[in-house]
């Protein structure tokens, strides 16, 4: 989501936002209020056993103050109410609802932010948190019997017991300083009773879903910690130093390479009356032939005396090697790979080249099964793949030329598998 961070547009607009804070530089808004509201059920991602089989959603509400200490660590303060229902208890037991009322339940809680995630330009968009804390419930239960059972519905004193809420979110942005909170959290209560009914070893526990608004206090013009990204700001950081040290990198580089031109051109016109650049005994000013390879003998003007000719001749051994490396080439099927049958004989075509300085041409040949396109594209390949054999044994490789034809030029009719064997082909010309 952060993927254009390296453009230069992005990198712009980063600096020039009226709440962009240099990283681990202060300067941001650590307070903040929410309200919020849901459903409460003795039903959790935790079921495990529970004392009533059915449970029934009811509302709930609360609110929070938070302190945010990192950008990823936040202590707050919890409270919320609300009721708890289920019904059908497991077990024999004469009253088949429960209603808890949670008169009020406080605690404070470690708020984690797994991820702090950018959407666009730069801006936070959500942040995945984390919470776990521990804390006090004042509560009533109410139980109310079977229909036709003669034990009358009973009520239980107030609970104040210490619980342990656990849960996880995902706040969205809305706008500077304003969140949507979406949460679920259980609470672990440490007793039984919390449904009026004693049952099993586990102790009681139950769910709020919520929905809700962070409101963040403090100046508009400060960001929020909680939602702030450091990683992105020290990165916009480090591409702002950078673009500078370039700029005067090429500020330095550009006068650098106008001082040598002037003094090129100083050296140039001092020492060009005498200057031998090829070494060839000849000045330049006079050099007809300049640039000539070192050892070369010139004329008085610089220029290459001719080099004796000496013939070489092809003889009928050499071209028996040559057969013979034709007969004995193989490739693996539809491709370029030289089998390892063809390196003894194409080693003595490469001993040839090397011994005798000989030119050759290789042309590749295909039948016309497939494409022309694909035929075209395998036999120049086949062609190279033998030339790149001769010139890592040794041969000149300006002296070999590699060609491929395709299906053009067949030398036997395509029609009979005979054929078409014999038009899959390299032939050698050596001269």
Same mark, same amino acid.
């Given at each position: 989501?952060?993927?254009?961070?390296?453009?230069?547009?992005?990198?712009?607009?980063?600096?020039?936002?009226?709440?962009?804070?240099?990283?681990?530089?202060?300067?941001?808004?650590?307070?903040?209020?929410?309200?919020? #509201? &849901?459903? +409460?059920?003795?039903? !959790?991602?935790?079921?495990?056993?529970?004392?009533?089989? =059915?449970? $029934?959603? @009811?509302?709930?509400?609360?609110?929070?103050?938070?302190?945010?200490?990192?950008?990823?660590?936040?202590?707050?303060?919890?409270?919320?109410?609300?009721?708890?229902?289920?019904?059908?208890?497991?077990?024999?037991?004469?009253?088949?609802?429960?209603?808890?009322?949670?008169?009020?339940?406080?605690?404070?809680?470690?708020?984690?932010?797994?991820?702090?995630?950018?959407?666009?330009?730069?801006?936070?968009?959500?942040?995945?948190?984390?919470?776990?804390? #521990? &804390?006090? +419930?004042?509560?009533? !239960?109410?139980?109310?019997?079977?229909?036709?059972?003669? =034990?009358? $519905?009973? @009520?239980?004193?107030?609970?104040?017991?210490?619980?342990?809420?656990?849960?996880?979110?995902?706040?969205?942005?809305?706008?500077?300083?304003?969140?949507?909170?979406?949460?679920?959290?259980?609470?672990?209560?440490?007793?039984?009773?919390?449904?009026?009914?004693?049952?099993?070893?586990?102790?009681?526990?139950?769910?709020?879903?919520?929905?809700?608004?962070?409101?963040?206090?403090?100046?508009?013009?400060?960001?929020?910690?909680?939602?702030?990204?450091?990683?992105?700001? +020290?990165?916009?950081?480090?591409?702002?130093?950078?673009?500078?040290?370039?700029?005067?990198?090429?500020?330095?580089?550009?006068?650098?390479?106008?001082?040598?031109?002037?003094?090129?051109?100083?050296?140039?016109?001092?020492?060009?009356?005498?200057?031998?650049?090829?070494?060839?005994?000849?000045?330049?000013?006079?050099?007809?032939?300049?640039?000539?390879?070192?050892?070369?003998?010139?004329?008085?003007?610089?220029?290459?005396?001719?080099?004796?000719?000496?013939?070489?001749?092809?003889?009928?051994?050499?071209?028996?090697?040559?057969?013979?490396?034709?007969?004995?080439?193989?490739?693996?099927?539809?491709?370029?790979?030289?089998?390892?049958?063809?390196?003894?004989?194409?080693?003595?075509?490469?001993?040839?080249?090397?011994?005798?300085?000989?030119?050759?041409?290789?042309?590749?040949?295909?039948?016309?099964?497939?494409?022309?396109?694909?035929?075209?594209?395998?036999?120049?390949?086949?062609?190279?793949?033998?030339?790149?054999?001769?010139?890592?044994?040794?041969?000149?490789?300006?002296?070999?030329?590699?060609?491929?034809?395709?299906?053009?030029?067949?030398?036997?009719?395509?029609?009979?598998?005979?054929?078409?064997?014999?038009?899959?082909?390299?032939?050698?010309?050596?001269?």
């Amino acid at each position: 989501m952060s993927s254009q961070l390296f453009a230069q547009a992005p990198v712009d607009t980063a600096l020039n936002t009226k709440d962009y804070v240099q990283p681990f530089s202060g300067g941001f808004r650590t307070w903040s209020v929410g309200l919020h #509201g &849901g459903m +409460m059920s003795p039903y !959790t991602i935790f079921r495990g056993h529970e004392d009533y089989k =059915t449970p $029934n959603e @009811r509302w709930g509400y609360g609110g929070y103050v938070k302190k945010q200490l990192l950008h990823s660590l936040g202590l707050q303060a919890n409270f919320f109410r609300g009721h708890v229902q289920g019904t059908t208890p497991d077990g024999i037991n004469v009253y088949n609802r429960f209603e808890t009322k949670i008169k009020y339940a406080v605690d404070i809680s470690a708020n984690i932010t797994l991820a702090n995630i950018n959407w666009r330009n730069h801006k936070s968009f959500m942040q995945p948190y984390l919470s776990v804390g #521990g &804390g006090s +419930m004042n509560y009533s !239960t109410s139980l109310y019997a079977n229909a036709g059972a003669t =034990t009358a $519905n009973a @009520r239980t004193d107030d609970f104040q017991q210490f619980y342990i809420p656990l849960g996880a979110g995902l706040k969205v942005n809305l706008a500077p300083g304003i969140n949507l909170d979406l949460g679920y959290q259980v609470n672990f209560v440490q007793s039984d009773n919390l449904d009026g009914y004693n049952y099993g070893s586990g102790n009681d526990k139950f769910s709020y879903a919520h929905a809700g608004l962070e409101f963040a206090l403090g100046k508009r013009s400060k960001p929020q910690l909680a939602t702030h990204n450091p990683v992105n700001s +020290m990165r916009v950081e480090y591409i702002t130093a950078e673009r500078a040290l370039q700029m005067q990198v090429e500020q330095q580089r550009a006068a650098n390479e106008q001082l040598r031109n002037d003094l090129n051109t100083t050296n140039s016109n001092l020492a060009r009356l005498t200057v031998d650049t090829d070494g060839d005994g000849v000045f330049d000013i006079s050099d007809k032939c300049p640039n000539t390879p070192a050892g070369t003998k010139v004329d008085g003007q610089g220029c290459p005396l001719a080099a004796p000719v000496t013939k070489v001749y092809v003889t009928e051994e050499d071209k028996r090697v040559v057969k013979d490396a034709i007969t004995n080439l193989e490739f693996d099927l539809g491709k370029a790979t030289i089998r390892d049958k063809s390196f003894p004989s194409l080693d003595r075509v490469a001993a040839l080249l090397v011994n005798k300085n000989f030119s050759l041409k290789l042309a590749g040949h295909t039948d016309n099964t497939g494409s022309a396109e694909l035929n075209l594209k395998l036999s120049k390949d086949r062609a190279e793949a033998i030339k790149a054999y001769l010139v890592e044994k040794g041969a000149n490789a300006s002296r070999i030329e590699a060609t491929g034809y395709g299906k053009d030029q067949p030398i036997a009719t395509n029609k009979t598998a005979a054929g078409r064997q014999q038009n899959r082909r390299v032939e050698f010309t050596l001269f």
